[in-house]
């Protein structure tokens, strides 16, 4: 089975940092994603880590640790607009594409 | 990155009937998935639509519930049938692309069932 655990919630301030922590345990693993979703919209596609590591895109960085079955997003000079649900999500084994979800973080940046 | 549509964007039904939603991508992909979205809760996983076959679909769903047709690689539809108030939810298909790592989401339909 799958188990994805991340935070229910977190608030920070604008221009401030946040991370957002993520744990699985799942039967296979095939690469984690992260996904901004804004009320009442889709999930936005963010990052993908397979190998371990940081992978930075701008304000926006996540990282990795297959052997912990951990991984945090990062998001840096925080703005209003960032306040979202952050989704991690886990893909199966070799092959298999499809996606398990945590519950999601809200993050709530206040001014 | 694909783009991706979806119709109808919302409907509000009355229970015991059904909806087809359909979703449309501006290439041809492989992988197209449909997932579930409560009020206030995460995604998950209805079924993988598979091109010129019976779609599979994850624990807890059932074809004659949520019957998924994908006649090419660019369209697929879900029909949630016989409706209850517990249906109501977004439905969001879902493409992926192997060669970017990277899947993406339509933009949803918010269903609503009185």
């Known amino acids: 089975g799958q188990n994805i655990d991340q935070p229910t919630e977190m608030t920070a301030t604008e221009g401030a940092i946040v991370q957002i922590n993520c744990t699985y345990q799942t039967s296979g693993f095939n690469g984690l994603f992260w996904y901004q979703q804004h009320a009442g919209e889709a999930p936005t596609f963010l990052s993908y880590n397979v190998l371990d590591g940081l992978e930075e895109k701008g304000r926006f960085s996540s990282f990795l640790s297959r052997s912990k079955g951990y991984s945090y997003l990062l998001l840096k000079e925080l703005q209003m607009k960032d306040s979202a649900s952050y989704l991690c999500a886990v893909r199966g084994g070799l092959g298999d594409y499809k996606l398990s979800f945590g519950a999601g973080t809200t993050v709530t940046v206040r001014a | 990155s694909a783009v991706i549509s979806q119709k109808p964007s919302r409907d509000i039904c009355q229970r015991g009937t059904s909806l087809t939603i359909q979703c449309q991508v501006d290439s041809q992909v492989t992988m197209m998935f449909w997932y579930r979205q409560q009020p206030g809760q995460s995604l998950t996983l209805i079924a993988t639509?598979?091109?010129?076959?019976?779609?599979?679909?994850e624990s807890g769903f059932v074809i004659d519930k949520f019957p998924i047709s994908r006649p090419n690689l660019t369209f697929s539809t879900l029909t949630v049938s016989n409706m209850s108030p517990e249906d109501s939810s977004i439905y969001l298909c879902s493409v992926e692309d192997p060669r970017a790592n990277e899947q993406y989401f339509g933009p949803g339909t918010r269903l609503t069932v009185t």
């Open positions: 639509a598979n091109q010129g076959s019976e779609a599979t679909y």
